[in-house]
Antibody
Framework: EVQLVQSGAEAKKPGESLKVSCQTS????????IGWVRQTPGNGLEWMGI????????RYGPSFQGQVTISADKSINTVYLHWSSLKASDTGMYFC????????????WGQGTLVTVS | QSVLTQPPSASGTPGQRVSISCSGS????????VDWYQHLPGTAPQLLIY???RRPSGIPARFSASKAGTSASLAISGLQSQDEADYYC???????????FGSGTRVTVL
């Protein structure tokens, strides 16, 4: 059974750094693109970016390029989302999301990590 | 501002049919397949439709979708109270080199 389990909620101050994680199981981690989606009340769902753990090829959505870093650790089947300097506008719910092997759709989601910056 | 445009809301009474539109561009819907997601508050989104009109296993046949040109639509027939949720279309955009979501439509069952 495929599972994506995210780290817990975070409360941070502007300017602080943060790394949230998503540990996966039940499938061959290097072989599927996996990434992050942000949900905010005002903007709905926003695709942040994805990484192919097999070779670390990474793509970012236009609004998130240079704002966050997505990385993966193949040894522990885990993907990360990192901010070096948080802003209040980074407040939101963050979902890790696995893309199907052959298409662009997201077939499995993590449970979500609430990040509050204030 | 979302690249894919959806109406902010739609509603219907139980048993009715509700349709949601999704308008894109030649580089998004015009060149790639469309997916649809259902998002209930407090939960993770769920894939409802992929590759324009295909349903994953476990998704009822009440949910159907189509695509024509740079637009797509999702239909929910036999509306039920548990269908109250936010619905998002999504597609790869070749110009942005990104997967883009629609603005979302809140479906209310009256």
């Amino acid at each position: 059974e495929v599972q994506l389990v995210q780290s817990g909620a975070e409360a941070k101050k502007p300017g602080e750094s943060l790394k949230v994680s998503c540990q996966t199981s039940g499938y061959n981690f290097p072989n599927n693109w996996i990434g992050w989606v942000r949900q905010t009340p005002g903007n709905g769902l926003e695709w942040m970016g994805i990484i192919y753990p097999g070779d670390s090829d990474t793509r970012y959505g236009p609004s998130f390029q240079g704002q966050v870093t997505i990385s993966a650790d193949k040894s522990i089947n885990t993907v990360y989302l990192h901010w070096s300097s948080l802003k209040a506008s980074d407040t939101g719910m963050y979902f890790c999301a696995r893309r199907t092997a052959g298409g662009s759709e997201i077939d499995y989601w993590g449970q979500g990590t609430l990040v509050t910056v204030s | 501002q979302s690249v894919l445009t959806q109406p902010p809301s739609a509603s219907g009474t139980p048993g009715q049919r509700v349709s949601i539109s999704c308008s894109g561009s030649p580089s998004s819907i015009g060149s790639n397949t469309v997916d649809w997601y259902q998002h209930l508050p407090g939960t993770a989104p769920q894939l409802l439709i992929y590759e324009n009109d295909r349903r994953p296993s476990g998704i009822p046949a009440r949910f159907s979708a189509s695509k024509a040109g740079t637009s797509a639509s999702l239909a929910i027939s036999g509306l039920q109270s548990q269908d109250e949720a936010d619905y998002y279309c999504a597609a790869w955009d070749g110009s942005l080199n990104a997967y883009v979501f629609g603005s979302g439509t809140r479906v209310t069952v009256l």
